[in-house]
Every structure is written in C-alpha cells, then in structure tokens.
C-alpha cells in the first residue's frame, strides 16, 4: 500500500488519536491536570486584599445573559461549590480544559461593584487550578 492508507500509518494515526483522547480527558479516560498558574504571583493578585484560600468544585461555562462585568468571547467561568456558585471572570479561557471537572483552586476573594447591576459581587481570582 502507498500513502496513508497503509497499516504502518493507520497504527501510527491511531496511536496519535489515542494519546490526543487521553491527554484531552476522553469520556472514561482519568487525566489529571493542572497545577496549573493563572494569577499567582502577578501583581494584581498580590494586591488583592485577604488571605490565599482553597476552594474546592466543579468549573462550569456561565451562561450567556448571567450579570458579568468582564464578559470575554461571549464567555466566562465559573466555580460551583457544594455552597457557592462563584464567578471567575478573570480566568478567561486559561481555565477552559477544566470545564465539567472537579478541582482544586488556590484563591482570593475580590468584591467589588459591578457597572450592569450596581451591586457588589464576590468574584474568586485563581491564583493556582489543578483536578482533584
């Protein structure tokens, strides 16, 4: 056989399959990830008034038309806690390959007034994100 269609690199595409599914999460496949660093360090995060603290949850897309200042792409994050839903607007698309997973978030806590609504809102800024 000539081209791609010979066995050697049918095996050699299925074996880049497989390890693409496994390293991306495939349904039924565990992959960790993370740790992975979104703001630790950085001066924003440093600045931010409270102590570092470990949330733990499910990361979640926020849905479009939920109140949020820092709407990017039509999308934004979100950590679902067995108490809490708190948003993550700072974590823009960093945080993406942890949707639907449960982790492990390293973070502050900012309130601050948001300008659609006027109301103070408590945002979590990840300073480190990694699965359970």
């Known amino acids: 056989m ?34 992975l660093v979104v703001h630790a360090g950085s001066a924003t995060y440093t600045t931010i008034d409270g102590p570092e603290a470990t ?4 990361v979640r897309v926020r849905a479009l038309g939920d109140p949020t200042p820092n709407k990017i792409g039509g999308r934004d994050y979100q ?32 309130t601050q007034q948001w300008p659609d609504d006027g109301q103070m809102h408590a945002e979590l800024w990840i300073g480190t994100i ?3």
Not at 16 to 30: E, M, Q, R, Y
Not at 55 to 58: A, L, P, S, V
Not at 91 to 98: Q, T
């Open 2 to 35: 000539h081209g791609l269609t010979s066995n050697r690199h049918v095996r050699a595409l299925a074996m880049v399959i497989a390890s693409t599914l496994t390293a991306c999460g495939a349904p039924g496949t565990p992959s960790a990830l993370g740790p």
């Open 55 to 58: 949330f733990e949850g499910i």
């Open 79 to 110: 950590l679902v806690t067995a108490t809490e839903t708190l948003p993550m607007p700072a974590a823009r698309d960093m945080v993406a390959p942890f949707v639907n997973r449960e982790v492990i978030v390293d973070g502050k806590i900012l």
């Open 130 to 132: 990694r699965t359970r």
